[in-house]
């Protein structure tokens, strides 16, 4: 009897295709989601986190967060939580209701435009480290090669200006030594 894929929602790293393609060998890519009441933040340890949005942040930008959505079989699933660290508990998986617009394979998908299913997804979070932090050098390339897809493939470039920029700068706006000129909120 074949198992029924499980929907994960990307949100950090893993919206880099290539990444994915390497820790997942069978997932497969099926579209963009939007996680509402949450916000999305670099944590304490350095890689992106989602946390539950005050109540003060509810209807602006920063409470909801998009990510890419990928069908994981049983095998790739089990990689993943391995790197996400989910026995050393650094991340947990949780199940969460996203709006989903589903994609006609690696095709863009106009959030805009049509309208989203509701569908349940497996989501990694870190709930011990949530306080907004600097990102690790070695993420930096990581997320701008994930944001860079995310925009591909149509996560709206406001959020990624006003949600994700804050905390990882473009390429190019480091010092010599990975080190920000400039970080969130400067």
Known sequence: MATEPTLYF???SNLWLEQMAARCPTSVY????LIPHWQWIIN???????????????????????GLVFALQPEDEARLDVYEGVAGGAYEKQRVTA???PAEGKTRVNTSVSVPESREMLVYVDRKNTQPYLPRTEYIRRMNNGIAD???LG???????????PFILPDGEYDENGNWILGPGA
Do not use: C, E
């Open 155 to 165: 996560v709206p470039a406001k959020y990624i200006q006003d949600v994700m920029r």
């Open 10 to 12: 990307g949100y950090g």
């Open 30 to 33: 099926r579209g963009v989601a």
């Open 44 to 66: 304490g340890r350095g890689y992106a986190n989602i946390v539950t949005a005050s109540s003060d942040d509810t209807g602006s930008p920063h409470s909801i967060v998009y």
């Open 99 to 101: 709006l989903f617009w």
């Open 150 to 152: 995310a925009m591909m």
